[in-house]
């Protein structure tokens, strides 16, 4: 395997979440019906009392299912869909976790986006000469958003903070790369 | 970057989400279907009655049992053990060492090593730790060697403070990792992973010096 090759697919291993978590719990709720019903029919097959439903009582009590409450049955019901759901959304959802990356010869790189987000509030503060508590950058898969509050009384030049964000982002070379969009509030702050 | 088999993980959560949501389906229309709920009771006591008869037909000797109850358990067992393999597989990859280098026996000149060398990942720990806590944005550092493919990865995870640069870091870093290859003498490919943690949010000290 090249370098490079391996470096992707560290890149690929650290930006995307394993499911390891998400598939753990099913799979442990999994084991645990499996070691009851195992241990049921062991139980059944050696003539000692059941547990909580003897392997014989199993499909009379599914096909009794119709006479329960249908409340019951539809919050039931309703329960195991939200959770398909979930799972479905697991397995199928791209599970980003947030990151950027840049690849050199020595290194890959793999920057949590809150880096980011730090790094260009902060960047954004010294441009515009205000507190770093009154910028506030939200990151999403492409674009930065800058939300600014200014001081009252002093206007804010987004050119300016626009320019030296870019400056700070062509810097990093980080992939996938940022645009910026600059909000600078109408409603002014007290300096602190 | 742990070896965790990811495309099963996946594959795994849509047959279980696929199971369950046919599952909530069924009960939702058991219950909101008054047509299904006759249709239901009225054919359950004969899939019943056939499963009897199915579990009847294949009797285990003398024992009254039958022989599906001994599959059933062969099942469960198997199943569980598929279950534990998978848990199992979850982490892993990790090595302890980052190089490797046999013997070599052509290399007779004085000086040269006559054994093997093998260097543990705590070498590349400690120097390269040591390295970055003198950047000032490095909050905390650690250095843990991965094997795929039989190349060995360094992986050097850093901790950072809110106001730092991660393109200076990333510099910073990758800089290290050259000196550590012109010091041990091989090309080890490595992963800097930049993150910032609950402590760098605590220790942030910005925008005071003017």
């Not at chain 2, 848990?87 to 892993?92: F, P, V």
């Not at chain 2, 970055?132 to 039989?150: F, G």
Request: glycine share 8%.
């Amino acid at each position: 395997m090249t370098t490079h090759r391996l470096y992707t697919r560290a890149v690929r291993r650290e930006s995307h979440s394993p499911r390891t978590l998400a598939v753990a719990i099913p799979v442990i709720v999994l084991l645990l019906v499996l070691l009851w019903a195992g241990a049921e029919i062991v139980l059944e097959l050696l003539r000692q009392p059941a547990l909580l439903a003897a392997p014989t009582d199993w499909t009379s009590g599914l096909a009794g299912i119709s006479e329960l409450d249908p409340v019951w049955l539809g919050v039931a019901g309703a329960v195991a869909v939200i959770l398909a759901l979930v799972l479905l959304g697991l397995g199928l959802g791209a599970g980003r976790t947030g990151k950027r990356h840049r690849i050199d010869e020595a290194a890959a790189v793999i920057v949590d986006d809150r880096v980011v987000a730090g790094s260009l509030a902060l960047s954004a503060s010294r441009a515009a000469d205000i507190d770093r508590g009154q910028v506030r950058v939200t990151i999403g898969r492409s674009t930065a958003d800058v939300e600014i509050t200014p001081t009252s009384g002093v206007p804010v030049d987004a050119e300016l903070i626009r320019s030296a964000l870019m400056a700070e982002l062509e810097r990093f070379r980080f992939e996938p790369a940022l645009r910026v969009a600059i909000r600078v509030n109408t409603k002014g702050t007290v300096s602190p | 970057m742990n070896h965790a088999p990811r495309g099963l993980n996946r594959v795994l959560l849509v047959i279980f989400g696929l199971v369950l949501l046919a599952a909530g389906a069924a009960a939702l229309a058991l219950a909101f279907v008054p047509d299904l709920r006759t249709l239901w009771s009225d054919n359950a006591g004969g899939v019943v009655d056939g499963v009897d008869e199915a579990l009847k037909a294949a009797p285990l000797g003398e024992t009254g049992h039958s022989v599906w109850l001994l599959a059933a358990v062969a099942a469960c067992v198997l199943l569980i053990i598929l279950g534990l393999v998978l848990l199992s597989r979850q982490g892993g990859g990790r090595t302890k060492q980052v190089l490797r280098q046999k013997p070599n026996p052509s290399r007779t000149a004085a000086g040269a090593p006559a054994g093997g060398i093998v260097l543990d990942v705590s070498a590349a720990n400690d120097a390269l730790t040591e390295a970055l806590q003198a950047h000032p944005a490095v909050l905390a550092s650690s250095v843990t060697a991965h094997e795929h493919a039989r190349t060995v990865t360094l992986r050097i995870a850093t901790t950072v403070r809110t106001d730092a640069s991660p393109g200076q870091v990333a510099d910073t870093a990758t800089n290290l990792v050259r000196s550590w290859n012109a010091a041990v003498g091989a090309e080890t490919p490595a992963v800097i992973v930049i993150n910032s943690g609950l402590r760098s949010a605590l220790s942030s000290n910005t925008g005071r010096v003017r």
